[in-house]
C-alpha cells in the first residue's frame, strides 16, 4: 500500500522561507514521479513542482526561482520528497499536497496539461501554508 504523507507546513511573514517535507512509500516502479501540487478554497488544483526518478525537475513559473524540488531515495523503503519556499509571498497561501505518479514522468510541458493531476496516483493529506504580515 502505498503511503503518502506531507510536513512542514506552517506561518510566515512575506519573503520569508518554508520547507515542506513529504514521506513516500510502498511503491516499487522504476520510472515514478514525485510533485507538489497546490490548491486554494474555490481554485483549480496547480502543479507546484515535480522531480522523477532520474532526478530531472520542472516547476511552475509562478515558483521557478523560488522553490527547488529534491528527494532523497537513499532508502529504498521509502522516498523523501521535499520542497524549499524561499520568497513566499501572500499568493502562496494554500494547502499543499504530495503526490506520486507511478511509472510515469512529467516534465514542463505536461505540467502544462489540464488533466495533469490524473497522472498521479497517490495523494497525501494536504499541509497548509499561510503568509501573512
Known amino acids: 500500500q502505498v503511503q503518502v504523507a506531507e510536513s512542514g507546513g506552517g506561518s510566515v511573514q512575506p519573503g520569508g522561507s518554508l520547507t515542506l517535507s513529504c514521506r513516500t512509500s510502498?511503491?516499487?516502479?522504476?520510472?515514478?514521479?514525485l510533485a507538489w501540487f497546490r490548491q486554494a478554497p474555490g481554485k483549480e488544483r496547480e502543479a507546484v513542482a515535480t522531480i522523477n526518478n532520474d532526478g530531472r525537475t520542472a516547476y511552475a513559473d509562478s515558483v521557478k526561482g523560488r522553490f527547488t524540488i529534491s528527494k532523497d531515495d537513499a532508502d529504498t523503503s521509502q522516498n523523501t520528497l521535499t520542497l524549499h519556499c524561499n520568497n513566499l509571498t501572500p499568493d502562496d497561501t494554500t494547502i499543499y499536497y504530495c503526490?506520486?505518479?507511478?511509472?510515469?514522468?512529467?516534465?514542463?510541458?505536461?505540467?502544462?496539461?489540464?488533466?495533469?493531476?490524473?497522472?498521479?496516483?497517490?495523494w497525501g493529506q494536504g499541509t497548509q501554508v499561510t503568509v501573512s504580515s
Open positions: 510502498g511503491y516499487t516502479y522504476v520510472n515514478y514521479c
Open positions: 503526490a506520486v505518479a507511478r511509472g510515469w514522468w512529467a516534465d514542463t510541458r505536461t505540467m502544462r496539461e489540464s488533466d495533469f493531476a490524473s497522472h498521479f496516483d497517490d
